[in-house]
Structures are given as structure tokens and as C-alpha cells.
């Protein structure tokens, strides 16, 4: 079975741009939750869906945003980026709250 | 001050050491627990969750006390394959299984 797969896996942004990732949760978990892990750092929860609704958001600016399709797959943008976005961003999948499977992240440089 | 502390090491052992990590929490209302461990620029991935009653898993013992908000992750018999960052998780909302994450101890095993 394929695990969480996130695309593209590495992305060069330019400060201002606006930036969409995708995550492919595992068949048949129904959440999906993304997170920010900055170099050095532990990953920091931004948004958790589930069944299409949103269930928990961090502490990030409106900057941030998400969705989840039908298919439970699921999009984080980001707009007018800065510098301190450049982060590794990871998409973790779960079937009814239990383990949470991390995708391998796309990792965001904002120059 | 951070909602779960780690000691970011490195610790440095030679193979076949024992080695403890501990954690801290502030948040007496978490209700679940977890070790995680990333490799160098990689997902992390799920070691253990830590039970009250504590739980072992081969050369991995996990402990939790509840009143000093303490969790704690031994490792005897250390191997090369080992190393990594391991990062204490705390998770703090019913049905939601937002992660909160600590910043990660490096564990170096050497030869």
C-alpha cells in the first residue's frame, strides 16, 4: 500500500508568491493534518481536517489556509510568503484519531 | 515557556550503551503520548506511545507520570542504526489528535 505522498517534494519561492501543496493521505484514512517543522525544530500542527471539515488549526496567520477534496486528499496554500515560511511542511494521515502517518514533506525555500 | 521540553543533546554513546531521554509537558489536560523518532532530514515516524503503565517494545521502554507531567524513553543495548532525533509528542485535544510536538534530542551512536 502506498503511505502519505506529498508533491512536489522540494519548491523555490520568491518572497510575495503564493505557494499550494498536496498530500495523498493513505486509502482510507479519512484525517488529514498538516504541519511546519523548521530546521532545528519540532514540527508545529497548522491545520487538522477531517471528512472535509476543519477540525483544529495552530497558531498561524490567515496567511495559511487548507481544504480537503472528497477524496480526503488535501491542499495547504500559502500567500505573500516570507522569508520565515521556508520550512519543511508535512502532511500526516490517520485512520479514526490514531497513529498519524507522515508523508516525506515538501520542502519550502522562500528567497 | 514551551508546551513540551526536551534536552536537544547530542548525546553521544558508543554502541551497546544505555541511554535516557526525558520530557516534560506543561499541559496537565494532554491525554495522549508518544515518542517519535526522525532521521536526518525525514518524516518522523512513530516509535511508541507511552501508557501510564509504562510499556516496553524490545530494547525500548517507555514511562509516563502523569503528576510530574514526565515522559521518559530508555534504549539499552544502543546500535549505530540508533541514531537519530527523537521527539517527544504530546497530543492535547479529545478526538482531534492535534500533535504538539517537542524540539527533538539527537542521539549520535558510535562506533
Known amino acids: 500500500d502506498a503511505g502519505v505522498t506529498q508533491s512536489p517534494t522540494h519548491l523555490i519561492k520568491t518572497r510575495g508568491q503564493h505557494v499550494t501543496l498536496r498530500c495523498s493521505p493513505i486509502s482510507g484514512h479519512k484525517s488529514v493534518s498538516w504541519y511546519q517543522q523548521v530546521l532545528g525544530q519540532g514540527p508545529q500542527f497548522i491545520f487538522q481536517y477531517y471528512e472535509k471539515e476543519e477540525r483544529g488549526r495552530g497558531n498561524f496567520p490567515d496567511r495559511f489556509s487548507a481544504r480537503q477534496f472528497p477524496n480526503y486528499s488535501s491542499e495547504l496554500n500559502v500567500n505573500a510568503l516570507l522569508l520565515g515560511d521556508s520550512a519543511l511542511y508535512l502532511c500526516a494521515s490517520s485512520l479514526d484519531d490514531r497513529e498519524a502517518f507522515f508523508g516525506q514533506g515538501t520542502r519550502l525555500t522562500v528567497v | 515557556r514551551k508546551e513540551v521540553e526536551q534536552d536537544p543533546g547530542p548525546f553521544n554513546v558508543p554502541e551497546g550503551a544505555t541511554v535516557a531521554f526525558n520530557c516534560t509537558y506543561s499541559?496537565?489536560?494532554?491525554?495522549?503520548f508518544f515518542w517519535y523518532r526522525q532521521d536526518c532530514r525525514k518524516e518522523p515516524k512513530l516509535l511508541m506511545s507511552v501508557y501510564s503503565s509504562g510499556n516496553e517494545d524490545g530494547r525500548f521502554t517507555a514511562q509516563l507520570n502523569r503528576a510530574s507531567q514526565y515522559i521518559s524513553l530508555l534504549i539499552r543495548d544502543s546500535k549505530l542504526s540508533d541514531s537519530a532525533t527523537y521527539l517527544c509528542v504530546v497530543s492535547n485535544q479529545a478526538g482531534r489528535r492535534a500533535l504538539t510536538f517537542g524540539s527533538g534530542t539527537r542521539l549520535q551512536v558510535q562506533p
Open positions: 499541559n496537565s489536560a494532554s491525554q495522549s
